[in-house]
């Protein structure tokens, strides 16, 4: 798929995600409630919380509505970030603007002015941090996490082909 660097980094971002929670859809529900020390709390609040948020960042760029990921099982969360890529490449296609200001006000009430680029960068960081967490946890549950790296990423897709020595 040829496009733009931010096309390739959304196609992981959200290739990551759904290929983690295709291996926690494995998971039985007290694999799914563990948690460990530094991470954002179990695998499901974790997942829960990712796609939410990706729903958030989303809402401020599209005016579409926030969708409650809070009570969502795996099945669900699974749609709702399919949807979400169509969304990415639908806001990149535009070729926005890094500089373009967006205001989103929080569930608190708290109102933000931040630049487009920020808070695709902040997508960014925010799946790739929670993802490595609930790796985290599933290498404490003795699980092999999926391979989810950007290299496994450019493999499955074909953009990177290993000629050997």
Not at 28 to 42: C, V
């Amino acid at each position: 798929m040829a496009g733009t660097l931010l096309d390739a980094a959304f196609e992981h971002h959200v290739w990551a995600t759904l290929r983690l929670i295709d291996a926690c859809l494995r998971l039985t529900p007290e694999q799914l409630d563990a948690e460990i020390p530094g991470t954002y709390g179990s695998i499901r609040e974790t997942m829960r919380h990712l796609v939410g948020a990706d729903s958030y960042y989303l809402s401020h760029l599209t005016g579409r509505p926030e969708i409650d990921t809070d009570h969502m099982g795996l099945v669900e969360l699974r749609e709702v970030m399919e949807a979400d890529r169509d969304t990415w490449r639908e806001i990149l296609a535009r070729d926005p603007r890094p500089d373009a200001m967006v205001r989103d006000v929080d569930r608190d009430g708290c109102a933000r002015d931040a630049p487009l680029g920020i808070r695709l960068a902040q997508a960014i960081h925010h799946g790739t941090d929670h993802r490595s967490q609930a790796c985290s946890v599933l290498t404490t549950l003795g699980v092999d996490p999926p391979d989810i790296d950007v290299w496994e990423f450019g493999t499955q897709t074909g953009r990177v082909v290993e000629t050997g020595a």
